[in-house]
């Protein structure tokens, strides 16, 4: 998958400014890609040359001007084949505490706890964030009640896919320190 797609299946939510998907890819996209808000502005002026966005202008008083960008209906139409491409290519992890993980005989088991805490530490932060949100898409109904009535659903189940996926870095990063823990007080290092 391109960045450019994931800038369109954000701008499915609306007009927005450079800023504005930037804080939204943290906020909403950023459990399924990531994205620098460096990457965000080049991408946007590829697809506004290749006629994908189109850009407004709105003045502003006390600020600098910002551009408003929003989908062309060339843009839906690549996102549109987007959707109906075949099977998607399987996740490739990268996974630099994994490799540490690995080598965690010959290494600091130490400074692989410390690595692994701090990621169970900004996975409970994940997912309370995306727990928020998902009150907010829910605003007081149940699920069923959302998707028999909210205009879109590709938010709330892509917000599912980044809730299990931080759950599931809990609960491995709680057993691998769960296990050094025990390794250590057996006396093993």
Not at 15 to 27: N, P, Q, T, V
Not at 47 to 75: C, D, H, I, W, Y
Not at 139 to 157: H, K, N, S
């Amino acid at each position: 998958m391109a960045l450019r797609n994931a800038v369109m299946a954000a701008l499915l939510e609306g007009e927005a400014s450079g800023y504005d998907l930037a804080k939204g890819f943290e906020a909403s996209v950023a459990n399924f890609w990531m994205a620098t808000p460096q990457q965000l502005y080049r991408e946007l002026e590829r697809m506004e040359s290749e006629g994908l966005v189109r850009a407004r202008v709105v003045e502003q008083e006390r600020r600098p001007n910002k551009r408003l960008f929003s989908l062309t209906e060339a843009g839906r139409d690549i996102l549109r084949a987007y959707v109906a491409e075949g099977p998607s290519k399987p996740t490739a992890i990268r996974d630099e505490l994994m490799v540490r993980v690995q080598c965690v005989d010959i290494g600091d088991i130490d400074a692989v706890r410390a690595g692994v805490a701090e990621r169970v530490e900004r996975s409970t932060a994940k997912l309370a964030r995306y727990e928020r949100m998902r009150e907010r898409l829910l605003a007081g109904r149940t699920e069923d009640e959302y998707f028999a009535d909210a205009e879109r659903v590709g938010p709330y189940l892509t917000l599912m896919g980044g809730m299990a996926f931080e759950r599931g870095n809990l609960e491995w990063g709680n057993t691998v320190l769960r296990r050094l823990d025990r390794r250590a007080a057996s006396g093993v290092r």
